[in-house]
């Protein structure tokens, strides 16, 4: 016969078990900065306790012959960043990580990789000027940034042979390198495929914004495509964690933005797995201004 003491220790196993269970389903707020002088500085927004990872945006200019140049809208010239490397620290000593994204709007088409050698070379000056090698001309001078998000929108290919150049530079070093991807939400329908398809990201955060006519963008009303779509990403893609991204504010895209709500409500139901990392944000500026991160942080 069970004694009635066992009861009380039951329940308390019970109540860690689901308390460790929803630890491990819980993610974190994921933001892009740099692309809007408004949006205050790198270190306001790590203060702000809302975000775990940062993305600096954008390493806009690379390949074909190109010097590589970072472009960040007014926060600072591409020669003199220093104080955006105090930012960085400042950032890391909270717990942040920050990223530095490449890519972004290619409509200007200012990068492309013509060949698996132009991207090895990029692959040695993102690793020497902003990661853990040496050069005189680092940007954001001695501080080192945790990671390289991969958010191309056009050009030609060869980020496979740039995603394994800069692991083979983070593998020789003892601090720990992260690889991160943007890729809009129709599965491997974008230029990011063979990339991920390496096996080497840490970090996937899915676009499911700007992509109207895919049916994978999230429907309060009909969520069977975003549900697919989501589906077939983590399930597919070897990466430890999955992002939902999303417009922090209904200007920040054409479509896409998904109501606090509904985040909570109906969109995390679906996404909450051990695969599961958090949501992006797109972005720093318009998080400020409608400040969507604060309501979904206790629920993300």
């Not at 690793?127 to 056009?154: C, H, K, T």
Request: hydrophobic share 35%; aromatic share 12%; net charge neutral.
């Amino acid at each position: 016969m069970r004694s009635i003491a066992s009861y009380p220790l039951t329940l308390i196993f019970l109540l860690i078990s689901l308390t460790l269970f929803s630890k491990s389903n819980a993610g974190g707020i994921v933001t892009y900065w740099g692309q809007d002088s408004r949006e205050g500085r790198l270190t306001d927004a790590c203060n702000s306790g809302l975000y775990s990872i940062v993305n600096i945006a954008f390493l806009s200019t690379f390949g074909g012959g190109r010097q590589p140049e970072i472009n960040l809208a007014g926060h600072c010239n591409p020669g003199s960043c220093q104080g955006v490397g105090q930012g960085i620290k400042n950032c890391q000593n909270k717990g942040v990580k920050v990223f530095l994204s490449i890519g972004g709007d290619h409509s200007t088409n200012t990068y492309t990789l013509t060949s698996d050698d132009d991207a090895r070379k990029l692959g040695d000056y993102i690793w020497d000027n902003f990661l853990g090698g040496q050069s005189a001309s680092r940007p954001f001078g001695d501080a080192i940034l945790d990671g390289v998000d991969f958010d191309i929108e056009g050009g030609e290919l060869h980020y496979a042979a740039l995603a394994r150049k800069l692991h083979e530079h983070a593998s020789s070093s003892s601090r720990k390198f992260y690889l991160a991807a943007a890729p809009q939400c129709p599965f491997q329908n974008n230029i990011l495929s063979g990339a991920l398809n390496t096996g080497l990201f840490d970090y996937v955060w899915i676009q499911f914004y700007n992509n109207g006519q895919a049916n994978c963008e999230f429907n309060s009303n009909n969520q069977n495509g975003f549900r697919n779509s989501w589906n077939k990403w983590s399930s597919s893609i070897n990466a430890a964690k999955f992002f939902v991204g999303l417009p922090a504010a209904h200007a920040a895209a054409t479509t896409g933005y998904v109501p606090s709500q509904d985040l909570i409500n109906q969109l995390l139901p679906i996404v909450k797995s051990p695969k599961y990392g958090g949501i992006m944000l797109w972005n720093r500026y318009f998080d400020n201004l409608t400040g969507y991160s604060s309501k979904i942080k206790n629920n993300v």
